[in-house]
């Protein structure tokens, strides 16, 4: 086996990985903020994407404008789906809100599959960010190390926002006691509306930054969706470092089993979470309850 | 005559199906120290948490300041001045002294500054950096008084402030609601310790089975020391 190769899979694999983080992150404040966990974070995936598409074929608005306006939109969406839906399954055990989002990710991908068909559709590379780097032991294309900074610049801002902010110790204390956080005089519930706004708008981040990678199609946030919950279990429910680093681990562990064990590739991540299960049941960084 | 800051008309309330308050009525004037006396279950802490809007099945009229507040959410009603220092303390776990102090917005103009807190409460500054649950009873106690006192309420609701706290903590507690009351800030207090209540308090409100069935005034409470004793079934 040649190092080009094993370093190509593993560069894969942190790509996957920090695609990984992106969603998870959001779904961590999501799930701490709403106690739901939400499914259809492959839905605001796949719109991000989507919207970029659509934003550069139907108006012009460049690769850079997208990635903030996308994610944008997505997150309006979002709060609009939280103001509608969410809200009336607050009081219900979590299994409601697995299913209504459930019904909400496939809702979102008929549409589109509806309106563009499954066919991927291919988003340009911005001009800015073709071509790349000969390091001698492997060819690092530019946009690839692109999207592992961004998303770490992103992860690293979100946490920072949350520990070290007043937003994010208002967040935390929402989190921990709602009740007693709206006594004190805070909008819990619009601080909600806000989390799961913001949680979503990471996904569509995720996204706008595959669209060159991956194809842009209706179905491409269901097959991440399931890889990102098994990592959000190995990491443990609703901690924020934990599934960054849990993240960007297995990506990484799924790009060397490409190179030592391709049949397995898909499976490792599986095989992870049934070992963590058995030995730690609330994941690595999580805590009992 | 003014109207009194806090009116409670007929309040009943619930938690499930189960009916815990049935028709509360009491008042307090501004500048009022009133407490709630009355044994385990009946009703003391449902009615601070109704009154915060923390019980969400609440019916009747409750009026504070003027406005009818019973269908208000929690955090409309905290913004007309409350300081609520609930029975559990409610310090938050997952921040440290620093934010949870930090954590309540400024409801108005004349909160207590910083520096008067750490000289209310010194141990409280020498551990600003410890997490929120590492505190000792007494800390967080104390922690729970200075978070509302930074944000500006003048109505406060304390709810078993002294409950398992040592005499010197007690004493030190005590201070702080007698400079509260010395500033003009109206409290309603649940207090188990009769003691301790009868120093401060310029009326007792006795509550037996989710109901108001007495009303007991700071002058009388030397000559109906009996009666007092027989409702708290001490």
Known sequence: ?289 | MTEPVIAIRDLHGFYGESHVLHGVNLEVSRGEVVTIIGRNGAGKTSTMRAIMGILEKRQGSIRICGNETIDWPSERIARLGMGYVPEERGIYASLDVMDNLMLPPKLAEGGMSLEDIWKLFPNLKERRRSQGTRLSGGEQQMLAFARVLRTGANIYLLDEPTEGLAPVIIQQIGHAIAAMKAMGHTMILVEQNFRFASRIADRHYVMEHGKIVDMIRRDEVTSRADQIKSYLGV
């Open chain 1, 1 to 289: 086996m040649s190092t080009q190769v094993l370093f190509g899979q593993l560069l894969v694999g942190l790509i996957n990985g920090s695609f990984y983080a992106m969603m998870s992150l959001g779904l961590a404040i999501i799930f701490g903020l709403l106690g739901i966990a939400n499914i259809a974070q492959g839905a605001f995936y796949m719109m991000g994407a989507f919207f970029s598409w659509l934003l550069l074929r139907e108006l012009g608005v460049t690769y850079f404008y997208a990635l903030f306006l996308s994610p944008l939109i997505v997150g309006l969406i979002g709060a609009a789906v939280e103001r509608t839906l969410l809200r009336r399954i607050y009081k219900l055990p979590h299994e409601y809100g697995l299913l209504l989002t459930f019904g909400v990710l496939m809702f979102t991908q008929g549409i589109f599959i509806y309106i563009f068909q499954t066919a991927g559709r291919p988003y340009p590379v911005p001009p800015e960010l073709a071509g790349g780097y000969n390091l001698g032991f492997m060819f690092l294309p530019k946009y690839r190390a692109w999207v592992v900074v961004a998303s770490i610049v992103t992860c690293f801002t979100a946490w920072y926002t949350l520990e070290k902010t007043s937003l994010g110790r208002t967040l935390r204390a929402a989190t921990e006691n709602p009740a007693l956080t709206r006594a004190f005089g805070v909008n819990v519930p619009a601080l909600m509306t806000f989390g799961f706004g913001a949680g979503v708008a990471l996904a569509g981040a995720a996204g706008v930054l595959a669209a060159p990678i991956y194809t842009v199609s209706p179905i491409m946030g269901a097959d991440l969706i399931i890889v990102v919950f098994a990592i959000i279990v190995i990491g443990g429910m609703g901690s924020i470092l934990g599934s960054i680093v849990t993240s960007l681990s297995l990506g990484l562990l799924e790009g060397l089993a490409k190179v030592l064990y391709p049949q397995g590739s898909n499976m490792v991540v599986f095989v992870v979470m049934i070992l963590v299960l058995l030995v730690r049941p609330a994941g690595l960084f999580g805590r009992e309850r």
